[in-house]
């Protein structure tokens, strides 16, 4: 069974840090781009950034570049997105997504507040 299943959101002050964290299991993690979206009340799910299979390459968003990093262990089948001043903009539920030809998987989502 697939399952991606992301932690580390919370309700933060501007300027700080969070590292989410994206943990895969049933399927062929090292194989997979891996990728991080937000959504944000009343607006589409947005790509933020993705991560090639190896770990080599790297996308970002022009609104999170430069702040936000994303990262991979395949050994320990996550990948995660270190988000640095963070912005009150930055509000959203962030999903992880991991894709291989038409494979297409999500996680169920971590909330991320950004509020003073």
């Known amino acids: 069974q697939v399952q991606l299943v992301e932690s580390g959101g919370g309700l933060v002050q501007p300027g700080v840090s969070l590292r989410l964290s994206c943990a895969a299991s049933?399927?062929?993690?090292?194989?997979?781009?891996m990728s991080w979206y937000r959504q944000a009340p009343g607006q589409e799910r947005e790509l933020m950034a993705g991560i090639s299979s190896i770990g080599g390459i790297t996308k970002y968003a022009d609104a999170v570049k430069g702040r936000f990093t994303i990262s991979r262990d395949n050994a320990k089948r996550t990948v995660y997105l270190q988000m640095n001043s963070l912005k009150p903009e930055d509000t959203a539920v962030y999903y992880c997504?991991?894709?291989?030809?038409?494979?297409?998987?999500w996680g169920q989502g971590t909330q991320v507040t950004v509020s003073s």
């Open positions: 997504n991991a894709r291989l030809s038409a494979d297409n998987y």
């Open positions: 049933g399927f062929t993690f090292s194989r997979y781009a």
